[in-house]
């Protein structure tokens, strides 16, 4: 089992940034593939960035394409989202989750385990 426990998120205004964090522990040395999603009221979960060890590949949705960042610190088994140019869209609960495929994926039914969920909340 993986386990993954995520922070930083919280009120912003427009134009302004944030840095989510997500720690995770357990078995996770076969995890190849990490995502972050987010889930506005009333809409569905979204892909909003990836990671995939095998390719080493990152994928971004075209919403966020050059204002998030996603990186990680292997020491510390953390991945990061670093959130710039926030816009009031961009407000939703946001999730990490993780898989051990091997390849990318967007849907949020391919990744085995998930974050609790922060909060980010961007004001105009």
């Known amino acids: 089992q993986v386990q993954l426990v995520e922070s930083g998120g919280g009120l912003v205004q427009a134009g302004g940034s944030l840095r989510l964090s997500c720690a995770a522990s357990?078995?996770?040395?076969?995890?190849?593939?990490v995502g972050w999603f987010r889930q506005a009221p009333g809409k569905e979960r979204e892909f909003v960035a990836g990671f995939n060890w095998n390719g080493g590949t990152t994928t971004y949705a075209d919403s966020v394409k050059g204002r998030f960042t996603i990186s990680r610190d292997n020491g510390k088994n953390t991945e990061y989202l670093q959130m710039n140019s926030l816009k009031p869209e961009d407000t939703a609960v946001y999730y990490c989750a993780m898989a051990n495929r091997i390849s990318s994926s967007r849907f949020p039914k391919d990744y085995k385990y998930w974050g609790q969920g922060t909060q980010v909340t961007v004001s105009s």
């Open positions: 357990g078995r996770t040395f076969n995890i190849y593939t």
